[in-house]
């Protein structure tokens, strides 16, 4: 997978869950430790397409996991239940190019401006 394999990145934080999105979390490190953010993305059809992606079925989330000292992302891809999974891995400059491309900075990370509460 690469970055134009994932679109429409935007926080779920007072957004509703278009067509074709996929809800999905974002489990990283910053400067005071490790976070979990929740989004929406749009995957492509090559996502859709990949055969162990049609094996699960429907897709209830993806979760993009960071590894220590700059190990290549997983991308962990679920079923409803849970039981069965996909794994990918994305290089951690694909990873900020996804980030780049869809104009997100990952909270805690420098430039991050915190959604405004109502």
Known sequence: ?????????HLQYKSEQAEGEVPAAIEHDFADGRMVDHYYVTPSPAFWADEGIQGL??????LFLQQ???????????????????????????????LTDNGV?????????????S
């Open 68 to 98: 220590p000292e700059g190990a290549p992302w997983k991308i962990l891809v679920h079923e409803p239940g849970m039981i069965k999974e996909v794994i990918f891995e994305m290089p951690d400059a694909e990873f900020r190019q996804m």
């Open 1 to 9: 997978m690469t970055a134009a394999d994932f679109t429409n990145l």
């Open 105 to 117: 900075i990952l909270p805690g990370e420098p430039g991050f401006v915190p959604p405004q509460q």
């Open 57 to 62: 079925g429907t897709v209830s989330g993806i």
